[in-house]
């Protein structure tokens, strides 16, 4: 949809600021709404019959286009979905949202959540990913709603770090290996302080690595997958990418946000790993991934000089670049979701497979080149 017609560009917040909305069921608010978690959560609570308050950072171009389709006009008093203008890092709006939607949970997806920019932005991203945690808390139990609402935290594989136990549970020591992860580690101690100190229902979700087609396109999943359409639609011919021999333990999105809410259906505010039990390669991410389109990758040379060769054309279609290696490394993420299994029921229903096949196809159909998907064996 062209820029202009997005009917997000409207003054959202502002009918929200009237107290105009009324609402029969449970309320939500999300941070981070606009964020691939964000997206697939609102979809999965407005189905369940929730209102959905979600912040927006303002931004000169629009930043919307992952909710477009769960719009509702704020004009409606009836609406479900109500957009305010936020920030992680203001506390009185913080406290001014919280205190318009009266949430009975609070999702906090928001986050700078690149790992190799952070190491650009190492400040902010301690302002946004941990202090931004500690705001929002504050602002819940400042707007005396502490005691009643509960409060799901984003955290992340990426505290295990430098690899001390495989695979990672609950119980595994953390040790970050960015500035994002280290803010991270202050946010989820914050969380279980909270939750003692205050007796807050507070949880931790242990996310391992979750793709989709609506992932950020600077992620490796979803750099990979776009450029797989782009080279089958000979609109670009090499993907450069960093470090091939990472693992990671990649699930699908949309499984992993029913996880979150199960989370905070529980009992008792607990921390949970949500994870496969898989891991993979990046270079085998690329190997599926470029099946989809027929192509068989072979694999030549060392370090910096290696190359995906492809069957088709016999030209390397991947290529090293240092410049996206990353000044410390997280080698290898393998999780194990049994706690989550068995205490809540959650089970990943989305195989590797089936979600690399997801994302290379919904690339195709978005540059018109859908014609290009192999069918699967
Ligand atoms: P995205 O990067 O897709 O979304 C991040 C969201 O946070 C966006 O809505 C973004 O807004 C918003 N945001 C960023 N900075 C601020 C700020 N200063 N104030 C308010 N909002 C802000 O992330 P994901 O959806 O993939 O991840 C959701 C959360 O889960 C993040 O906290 C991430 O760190 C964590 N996580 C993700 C995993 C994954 O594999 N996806 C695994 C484990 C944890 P905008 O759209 O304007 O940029
Ligand atoms: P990650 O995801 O750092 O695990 O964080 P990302 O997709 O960025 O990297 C995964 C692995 O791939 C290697 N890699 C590359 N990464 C990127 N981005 N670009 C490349 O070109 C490239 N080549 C190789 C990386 O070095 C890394 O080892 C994600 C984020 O969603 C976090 O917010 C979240 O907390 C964790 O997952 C769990």
New binding site residues.
Partial sequence: MAAENNPLGLDVASAARDGSVQSNGPVALI????????SYLTELLLDKGYTVHG???R?SSF?TGRIEHLYEDPHRDSRRLVLHY????DTTNLLSIVQIAKPDEVY???????VKVSFELPEYTAD??AV?VLRILDAIRAANLGKQVKFYQ?????LYGLVQEVPQSETTPFYPRSP?AVA?QYAYWIIVNYREAYNMFACNGI?????SPR??AT?VTRKITRAVAKIAAGKQKVVYLGNLDAKRDWGH?RDYVRGMWMMMQAEEPEDFVLATGETHTVRSFCDAAFKVIGVELTWQGEGIEEVGISSVTGEPVVKVDPAYFRPTEVDLLLGDPTKARTKLGWVPEVTFDALVRDMVVADLEEIGAGDKVVAAK
């Fill in positions: 941070t981070g709404i606009t964020g691939q978690d964000g912040i927006i950072r931004s930043n936020g920030d992680m890092t906090n997806l928001a986050a700078q959540s690149h946004v990913d931004g984003a955290s992340t594989s990426e994002y991270k996310l391992f690595n979750h793709e992932r950020g992620f999105a």
